[in-house]
């Protein structure tokens, strides 16, 4: 069995994630499961489109776990901001996102492991039960937290330029465009309610991530 998670970014397919899954069908490898991305057969232009397409094209039985937005992008990517500055500085205007605890993903991983015959070549969006905007995320942080948090969503240039300046790398840069700008301007993403039916328990929910979190987001 091969446990693949989600690749850091699109170079990493060709070096990578080719010969991995070049190795699995000489190793005879009998089952995959990739944690990919919430819709990602609609959208050719991230990597793990074409990492799905090549396990599928590869005949090894899998399961693809596509989760939505990562609620712990708060306590890593975007925790700078939210600790320093008191705000979340993303370019996503009022677009509305599925969210994910990881410990939803983890659960589901886990289930999926232990009774694998069961979901041989299916694939799984994993989010939560509410759909959000980032404004209304910081409405949920500022009233947990009791901490005033607010929302600026800037154009790409002057995100481009803060982040610049912050010294984040490119390619991050280009990553969280391509998580937060493009949406706008995309269908909304669905709420499932596949990680209830796999595990058996309801997904945590934004509230409940935050205050299990709230040491790591208030100073």
Same mark, same amino acid.
């Given at each position: 069995?091969?446990?693949?998670?989600?690749?850091?970014q699109?170079?990493?397919?060709?070096?990578?994630?080719?010969?991995?899954?070049?190795s699995?069908?000489?190793?005879?490898?009998?089952?995959?499961?990739?944690?990919?991305?919430?819709?990602?057969?609609?959208?050719?232009?991230?990597?793990?489109?074409?990492?799905?397409?090549?396990?599928?094209?590869?005949?090894?039985?899998?399961? @693809?776990l596509?989760?939505?937005y990562?609620?712990?992008? @708060?306590?890593?990517?975007?925790?700078?901001?939210?600790?320093?500055?008191?705000r979340?500085?993303?370019? /996503?205007?009022?677009?509305?996102?599925?969210?994910?605890?990881?410990?939803?993903?983890?659960?589901?991983?886990?289930?999926?492991?232990?009774?694998? /015959?069961?979901?041989?070549?299916?694939?799984?969006e994993?989010?939560?039960?509410?759909?959000?905007?980032?404004?209304?995320?910081?409405?949920k942080?500022?009233?947990?937290?009791?901490?005033?948090?607010?929302?600026?969503?800037?154009?790409?240039?002057? @995100?481009?330029?803060?982040?610049?300046?912050?010294?984040?790398?490119?390619?991050?840069?280009?990553?969280?465009?391509?998580?937060?700008?493009?949406?706008?301007?995309?269908?909304?993403? /669905?709420?499932?309610?596949?990680?209830?039916?796999?595990t058996?328990?309801?997904?945590?929910?934004?509230?409940?991530?935050?205050?299990?979190?709230?040491?790591l987001?208030?100073?």
């Amino acid at each position: 069995m091969l446990f693949l998670v989600r690749p850091p970014q699109i170079s990493a397919v060709k070096k990578y994630f080719v010969p991995l899954i070049e190795s699995a069908i000489q190793l005879k490898i009998k089952h995959i499961i990739f944690l990919s991305v919430q819709g990602v057969e609609k959208s050719k232009i991230i990597p793990h489109h074409k990492i799905e397409k090549l396990i599928v094209a590869s005949k090894i039985p899998y399961t @693809f776990l596509r989760p939505a937005y990562f609620m712990q992008n @708060f306590t890593t990517t975007l925790k700078n901001d939210l600790l320093n500055k008191k705000r979340i500085y993303l370019p /996503a205007g009022n677009a509305k996102f599925t969210l994910v605890d990881v410990r939803d993903i983890g659960n589901v991983a886990a289930t999926v492991l232990t009774n694998v /015959a069961k979901h041989i070549n299916k694939s799984y969006e994993l989010t939560s039960n509410k759909k959000l905007s980032f404004n209304e995320m910081a409405e949920k942080l500022s009233d947990v937290l009791g901490v005033k948090i607010k929302y600026e969503s800037p154009n790409l240039l002057h @995100f481009y330029r803060t982040k610049h300046k912050e010294n984040t790398p490119f390619m991050l840069i280009v990553v969280l465009i391509m998580l937060h700008y493009f949406p706008r301007f995309q269908k909304e993403p /669905a709420i499932t309610n596949c990680v209830k039916e796999i595990t058996g328990i309801e997904p945590i929910s934004f509230e409940t991530f935050i205050k299990d979190n709230k040491t790591l987001l208030v100073l």
